[in-house]
């Protein structure tokens, strides 16, 4: 039996065989210690596991998986499946095995954050470097929330939609500073207010400014790499929900949309099945 996990910060899906898919909370080892990710193991996976069932290989993916951080998540499941061959890979490589299998492409992630990376079949041999939301992550919720925020308290959008905005998250332009500037993880508040945007997507401001945001992933992230004959896949909260725009601003500057899914974990079930 295989054990297949995709993690973000805040949750990690798990998948067994042909079994369902279970949750814990997120593990990211470029944030947490080795006894912080044994305990999400131990109190939260471990219980939700058969008991009689030995597992011979562990696939996780993961934010925070960079070479560096790996080896505590590594020992943390070797602790708890000491039989298993555990393989412990970034989230982007999850990303591209579940959105483009054995076959090349280009593969996205627009969720909180956003990535993408060319991948020959095998591995990532391209990526463009996503900074983060300040200097990067176009198309990310994070940036779609900072532009919203900004373009509102600029009074760059018609007034009826900033005294809706606010009403609708009960926010005031103080409690926007307070949350982004002085409060820990800014990015995931600026990403929570992007339902606000696919409520009102067909206001034509609205609309623009999410034309404009996924316009700038493509131009300096997409372009980047030989997309001209090969198609550009996605997966992410962000991507699914606004599929239609981003299509729209991928026909319109000649670039191939594949795949849209919200999570990988099911692909990369069929990944490993196969």
């Known amino acids: 039996m295989i054990l297949i996990a995709d993690s973000g910060s805040t949750k990690t899906d798990w998948c067994m065989g042909d079994g369902p898919i279970i949750h814990t909370s997120g593990i990211n080892p470029f944030h947490q210690s080795l006894e912080q990710i044994h305990l999400i193991l131990c109190d939260e996976l471990r219980p939700q596991l058969p008991t009689n069932v030995t597992f011979s290989a562990i696939y996780f993916y993961g934010a925070g998986c960079i070479p560096e951080k790996s080896p505590i998540l590594q020992n943390a499941l070797q602790n708890l499946f000491p039989e298993a061959c555990i393989e412990v890979q970034s989230d982007l490589l999850g990303a591209a095995r579940a959105l ?25 041999v391209s990526n463009v470097s996503p900074l983060g939301y300040i200097l990067g992550d176009e198309g990310s919720g994070a940036v779609l929330g900072k532009r919203l925020v900004g373009d509102c308290l600029k009074k760059q959008l018609p007034p009826d939609i900033c005294e809706a905005f606010l009403q609708t998250f ?48 493509f131009l300096r992230n997409i372009m980047q790499y030989p997309y001209q004959n090969k198609p550009v896949h996605f997966v992410g909260s962000i991507a699914w929900y606004f599929q239609k725009e981003v299509k729209e601003v991928a026909q319109r500057l000649g670039i191939q949309t594949g795949k849209i899914i919200q999570s990988p974990i099911e692909e990369l079930r069929n990944y490993h099945r196969n």
């Open 170 to 217: 009960g926010l005031t332009p103080s409690d926007i500073i307070e949350r982004v500037y002085r409060q820990p993880q800014a990015n995931r508040f600026l990403a929570s207010l992007t339902p606000f945007l696919s409520a009102h997507r067909e206001k034509p401001e609205i609309h623009q400014l999410l034309v404009s945001c996924f316009e700038d992933f």
């Open 100 to 124: 483009c299998g054995k076959y090349s492409g280009i593969a996205c992630i627009l969720g909180t954050g956003s990535n993408s990376c060319f991948y020959d079949g095998k591995q990532i």
